[in-house]
């Protein structure tokens, strides 16, 4: 079962947003108050930065809070989301995907990235958390905040922000109907040449549907860098009922525009599609 770990203000804001099993976790108990469905705790950031920057091999499971563990009883694979730049969601992403470890649970990390405009104290302390966070967990996807403006131009920042997480509930929609526990050490293995991820989604409708996803799909603005040099890709593939023989079609396609990337591939059916079909990609950016 997946679960979700909203950390930090932008975590909490994800969190207030989803139907997904979650816990929101904040410093405050102000960043909490917006998430009436989820489980919560307040955890300082003091106390989460001392648990991150505390070697990682010298942190064992009695050494993690009680409050906390609990929260990780019940699910199989964590997803913890956070705002890096920010002290609470910078290092509790950096903690948590330990303590994931350590409680032998999975952990897929999905952040935000700051603004340019934001302070370069904020945003190298977002580049240095990614780092630590690329060493920690299974899987990094990141997504700059910058992009927005592509995306989204001209509307409140508010709104934004809304837009950009029901995009960023993507990829764990799509994961949690391909992926379980069993899958890790691949997932691993495809992802291990990868730094973070980046994401894109397209939608194709009519006869040339597989093309048009494809195209939507590698237009994402997170895309910004060169492709070919990409070592790893995750493709989800959905449509309602799944034509295998298109599918085939689509990762022959995918190929094509990523030919150095290990490729890993999941189809599932998506009645809510009607006769579209749905490409998500995950492209691995080299590491740094
Ligand atoms: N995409 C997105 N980014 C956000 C959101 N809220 C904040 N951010 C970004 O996340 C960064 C961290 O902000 P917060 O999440 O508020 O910080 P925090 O983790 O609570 O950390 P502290 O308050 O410093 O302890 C900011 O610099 C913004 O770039 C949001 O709702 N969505
Ligand atoms: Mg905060």
């Known amino acids: ?3 979700i770990f909203g950390i930090g203000g932008a975590g909490c804001n994800f969190v207030a947003g989803t139907k997904l099993p979650s816990v929101a976790i904040g410093s405050t108990a102000a ?3 917006r998430c009436q469905r989820a489980e919560k705790l307040v955890i300082s950031s003091e106390q989460f930065v001392n648990f991150a920057l505390t070697d990682p091999s010298m942190l064992s499971k009695n050494i993690i809070p009680q409050q906390i563990r609990d929260k990780f009883e019940e699910c199989e694979i964590s997803i913890l989301i956070a705002g890096l730049g920010g002290i609470t969601g910078s290092h509790g992403m950096r903690f948590l995907s330990t303590v994931a470890k350590i409680l032998g649970k999975n952990a897929l990390c999905i952040s935000s990235l700051p603004f340019s405009v934001e302070s370069e104290t904020r945003r190298n302390a977002a580049l240095e958390a990614m780092k630590d966070i690329e060493g920690r967990t299974e899987l990094l996807i990141c997504f700059e905040n910058d992009k927005l403006k592509d995306l989204v131009p001209r509307m409140p920042i508010d709104k ?3 837009i950009m997480n029901s995009i960023m509930e993507r990829p764990i929609l799509d994961l949690s109907r391909v992926m379980t526990n069993a ?3 691949v997932m691993r293995q495809v992802a291990g040449n990868s730094g973070s991820f980046r994401l894109g989604v397209g939608l194709g409708r009519g006869t040339y549907r597989d093309r048009n996803a494809i195209r939507e799909a590698f237009e994402s603005p997170w895309f910004d ?6 070592p790893s890709a995750f493709a989800i593939i959905s449509s309602h009922p799944v034509d295998e023989k298109e599918v085939e079609d689509v990762v022959g396609e995918i190929h094509n ?7 890993m591939i999941g189809s599932y059916e998506d009645p809510s599609l009607g006769d579209r079909l749905r490409i998500s990609l995950l492209i691995g950016k080299p590491k740094l």
């Open 31 to 33: 960043d909490l108050e």
């Open 160 to 162: 934004a922000f809304k």
């Open 183 to 185: 899958d890790i050490p």
């Open 225 to 230: 860098f060169d492709l070919k040099s990409s």
């Open 1 to 3: 079962m997946f679960k």
């Open 257 to 263: 525009w990523l030919p150095n990337s290990k490729l």
